[in-house]
């Protein structure tokens, strides 16, 4: 009777471990997407001043 006993809990043991691994890998694969998200809305950004400064600097040439 103790074996048996002694196996459900393990296996109840090892289900706690793989949920608490399993919230922590949710937890960094939000984290991730809001540091992806950030990044483009970075990029966007960057990329927009790139535009208006080649714009500026194409009507500073046609202005020569």
Do not use: H, Y
Request: glycine share 4%; hydrophobic share 60%; charged share 25%.
């Amino acid at each position: 009777m103790f074996w048996p006993m002694f196996a459900v809990a393990v296996g109840f043991l090892g289900l706690a471990v793989l949920a608490v691994l399993a919230v922590k890998v949710f937890v960094e694969a939000q984290r991730l997407g809001r540091q992806v998200t950030e990044s483009a809305r970075r990029i966007n950004r960057a990329a927009e001043d790139l535009e208006r400064a080649t714009e500026s600097a194409a009507r500073a040439v046609d202005a020569l």
